[in-house]
């Protein structure tokens, strides 16, 4: 079975190219959550071909009940299916049985899961393509349960952008632009780490009741749409503007 693979779409678990050199220790997050739960649910969003949680599944089993989104229709779970064929992650005997549920939708809008469904997410590589951040993580806290961990990569900034467009994230308050990651560090349910290797953070989220960062959408630009095809060097995602409400 020939398959052309966008190895950018299929980094999984390991390694400083995927969600390990992202996010920390992501098998590790699971250990944790499996000493108070026999099963964690795992989304993850942003989930490409869906290696990282096939290799989820054959590091844990039946422990861990797998879910990906992505954003456009062709990565679906057809996809994901033959791509784990032709990686030799499953064979045809085991393969259906072990496919994470794929769903296709903006991740920055309402995630179709009920409150405190899901265990365990996590978005590597992701965050800069999503248009609301803001509200995804604050989606994130509603569907993840009380024992649970959001394990979320930020890439708020860009440094090969130029200085109007390094910041992905966009906060003002009256008329002066706020530092995003002191404003995160109002809240007390995350915890803000180093992104191994790069210049951006991810954040560890504990479940709280309702998190609601009081920040009002504004816009989003789509800084690859708009501006890649003027300048030598790449530009990256969606930059998201916010006001404090």
């Given at each position: 079975?020939?398959?052309?693979?966008?190895?950018?779409?299929?980094?999984?678990?390991?390694?400083?190219?995927?969600?390990?050199?992202?996010?920390?220790?992501?098998?590790?997050?699971?250990?944790?959550?499996?000493?108070?739960?026999?099963?964690?649910?795992?989304?993850?969003?942003?989930?490409?071909?869906?290696?990282?949680?096939?290799?989820?599944?054959?590091?844990?089993?039946?422990?861990?009940?797998?879910?990906?989104?992505?954003?456009?229709?062709?990565?679906?779970?057809?996809?994901?299916?033959?791509?784990?064929?032709?990686?030799?992650?499953?064979?045809?005997?085991?393969?259906?049985?072990?496919?994470p549920k794929i769903f296709i939708l903006?991740?920055?809008?309402?995630?179709?899961?009920?409150?405190?469904?899901?265990?365990?997410?996590?978005?590597?590589?992701?965050?800069?393509?999503?248009?609301?951040?803001?509200?995804?993580?604050?989606?994130?806290?509603?569907?993840?349960?009380?024992?649970?961990?959001?394990?979320?990569?930020?890439?708020?900034?860009?440094?090969?952008?130029?200085?109007?467009?390094?910041?992905?994230?966009?906060?003002?308050?009256?008329?002066?632009?706020?530092?995003?990651?002191?404003?995160?560090?109002?809240?007390?349910?995350?915890?803000?780490?180093?992104?191994?290797?790069?210049?951006?953070?991810?954040?560890?989220?504990?479940?709280?009741?309702?998190?609601?960062?009081?920040?009002?959408?504004?816009?989003?630009?789509?800084?690859?749409?708009?501006?890649?095809?003027?300048?030598?060097?790449?530009?990256?995602?969606?930059?998201?503007?916010?006001?404090?409400?």
């Amino acid at each position: 079975m020939k398959m052309k693979i966008r190895q950018g779409r299929a980094k999984g678990l390991f390694g400083n190219k995927g969600a390990e050199g992202r996010l920390g220790n992501v098998p590790k997050y699971i250990k944790q959550i499996l000493k108070k739960k026999k099963k964690v649910k795992v989304l993850e969003v942003g989930t490409g071909y869906g290696r990282a949680l096939l290799e989820l599944k054959n590091l844990f089993g039946d422990r861990v009940e797998t879910y990906g989104i992505n954003a456009e229709p062709e990565w679906n779970q057809k996809l994901v299916k033959k791509y784990a064929l032709h990686e030799k992650l499953f064979d045809k005997q085991n393969i259906n049985k072990n496919l994470p549920k794929i769903f296709i939708l903006d991740a920055g809008k309402k995630l179709p899961f009920k409150n405190n469904f899901i265990d365990l997410i996590i978005n590597p590589a992701t965050m800069q393509y999503i248009p609301d951040k803001i509200h995804f993580i604050e989606e994130s806290n509603r569907i993840l349960t009380k024992e649970g961990i959001a394990a979320l990569e930020l890439e708020e900034v860009r440094n090969e952008h130029p200085l109007e467009y390094k910041n992905l994230f966009e906060i003002w308050d009256n008329g002066v632009k706020v530092d995003f990651l002191k404003y995160l560090k109002k809240f007390k349910n995350i915890k803000i780490k180093k992104s191994k290797n790069r210049p951006w953070h991810y954040i560890l989220i504990t479940k709280v009741k309702k998190l609601d960062f009081k920040l009002k959408y504004i816009t989003s630009i789509n800084l690859e749409e708009q501006f890649s095809s003027n300048w030598e060097i790449r530009w990256w995602g969606k930059k998201s503007i916010y006001v404090v409400k």
